[in-house]
């Protein structure tokens, strides 16, 4: 095991391979873990409007990734 001394977590080594280590409620571990995976405070709550701007914005890039699409078909490239 190796413990990075300026983030303080702990990595298993295997051979020239570091691989983060992790607890077993499944947070890496680090010093800050805790903290950092603490649910966030409500006041950023995702809005009914904020919901309805990604689907715009996901139904939009589905219709410009088919509209690609059909015109590699078109140049035969697809």
């Known amino acids: 095991m190796w413990r990075d001394p300026e983030g303080g977590c702990t990595y298993l080594k295997l051979g020239d391979t570091l691989s983060l280590r992790y607890q077993r409620d499944g947070l890496p571990d680090c010093p800050d873990a805790r903290r950092e ?25 589905n219709r410009k990734l088919d509209d690609l ?8 490239r697809f």
């Open 37 to 61: 995976a603490a649910p966030p405070d409500q006041t950023g709550s995702v809005t009914r409007d904020d919901a309805r701007d990604v689907t715009r914005a996901i139904e939009n890039l």
């Open 69 to 76: 699409r059909r015109e590699y078909e078109r140049r035969g």
